[in-house]
């Protein structure tokens, strides 16, 4: 069997690799000319560093990563609402790991090009279209090069290149618009001083106004400093949505002084965001859930199939869990004629459902609705939460959230032992 995969990023490398460990041949054609290490930080939760770690990653990204100890809620005025313990620290087989985006890409495609070989990667190569027949598909690139148009066959093809997807295009041309949740983000990263241990991801405010911090860098904290991604999160109802730069470089001013309070003793937001060499602005946005992501033989993953509000850090984790089911689903239909198109709608048919879910969650913050709850029913402050939210309704909340997500930690150990 032969697989292309349109996209190298954290969706698309994960399949291939799991792919090769199956034994089936695939190529990855990426847009960029050349993959950097772009971006900010991202969570990868349990579930999805367990399908890392069967790829024999995890060495690897331990050195880099941080193991995160904890998660804590905050209201606005720096009262804690809820914390649990995370990763190994919960009880997981395997931590929740805390990286740079960039840094996870870049030790995907190394791997990629050391297990498959250098010429099994092309960059610089747009997806434009493709035709399908009874042997396989054909799928069009542009080389941005060359503007050479070359055409490549394979039995399958998977739609990894993200929530601006070409090969999404391709198959929904139209009816499937951006989805613009009011609220705009700010993201950065900061060199600083570590705040609680050093370990701990939080989030203080509501769903008008929000904070989310995490450390991201093993190798930092090694040396007592800490580098911290963080988010900023407001309202913004009114927003014109960027058309090309998705990434745009904004000034702190643009957004800080509706933080310039949230100095707490054990961290200071103000300073976090002043120390940002740069500043990243763009739209919450997500895409309505798909009626099927599947088309004779080609079919999406990642945020080309569902893309979601970074809550609950699920989007990669959901990304890595598709390559996942996908490379199972092919691998048992190699070899067999007329089989990949039934693997494809078997994938679909497990995957769709349970990431659709995620996506609409997600629209009702996730977990993270226990600081929009604490805010109503105490917006100024309390002296003991429970009075505005008991502590079962707070546990609902927190494994509610995990069983959808597919992290439930009994879930997810009987996983281990299968």
């Not at 870049?106 to 042997?135: I, K, N, W, Y």
């Not at 993200?162 to 951006?178: K, Q, Y």
């Not at 705040?195 to 904070?211: E, S």
Request: net charge negative.
């Amino acid at each position: 069997m032969e697989v292309l995969i349109a996209g190298a990023g954290i969706a698309g490398l994960s399949l291939a690799l799991m792919l090769e460990q199956r034994g089936i041949r695939c190529e990855i054609y990426e847009s960029v000319r050349e993959l950097r290490p772009l971006g900010v930080g991202i969570n990868l939760l349990p579930h999805a560093t367990y399908e890392l770690e069967q790829l024999g990653l995890l060495p690897s990204l331990s050195e880099q990563a941080i193991e995160t100890s904890a998660l804590h809620y905050y209201n606005l005025h720096g009262q804690r609402i809820w914390q649990e313990p995370r990763g190994l620290a919960a009880g997981y087989p395997v931590p929740q790991l805390s990286i740079h985006r960039g840094e996870l890409q870049m030790l995907l495609a190394a791997e990629v090009r050391r297990r498959l070989g250098e010429d099994r990667l092309h960059t610089g190569m747009a997806f434009e279209s493709l035709e399908q027949d009874p042997a396989g598909v054909s799928a069009h690139f542009l080389d941005r090069r060359s503007g050479e148009h070359i055409t490549r066959r394979a039995d399958v093809i998977i739609g990894a290149d993200g929530i601006h997807s070409a090969l999404r295009r391709h198959l929904h041309p139209v009816g499937d618009p951006l989805r613009y949740s009011g609220r705009m983000l700010w993201r950065a990263i900061t060199e600083a001083d570590p705040y609680l241990d050093g370990r701990t991801m939080f989030m203080a405010g509501h769903q008008d106004q929000k904070f989310v911090c995490y450390p991201i860098s093993e190798p930092l904290r090694k040396n007592g400093r800490s580098l911290i991604n963080w988010i900023a999160e407001l309202r913004v109802p009114q927003a014109e949505l960027p058309t090309t730069d998705w990434n745009r470089i904004v000034p702190a001013e643009t957004f800080s002084e509706r933080f310039r309070d949230w100095q707490w003793g054990w961290i200071d937001i103000p300073a976090i965001i002043r120390g940002a060499a740069e500043i990243y602005e763009f739209p919450l946005v997500d895409r309505d859930p798909l009626p099927r992501w599947t088309f004779g033989r080609a079919t999406l993953m990642g945020d080309a199939a569902h893309p979601m509000y970074p809550i609950g850090s699920n989007g990669s984790a959901q990304a890595i869990l598709d390559a996942r089911c996908l490379a199972d689903r092919l691998a048992e239909a190699a070899n067999k004629p007329g089989a990949a198109e039934l693997a494809l709608l078997e994938y679909e048919a497990e995957r769709l459902p349970a990431t659709a879910g995620i996506v609409l969650r997600n629209r009702l913050n996730g977990p993270e609705q226990v600081m929009q709850i604490a805010h109503e029913r105490a917006p100024q402050g309390f002296s003991d939460v429970h009075e505005a939210i008991s502590e079962e309704e707070l546990n609902a909340i927190a494994l509610r959230y995990k069983r959808v997500a597919g992290f439930d930690p009994r879930m997810l150990a009987q996983k281990v032992r299968t």
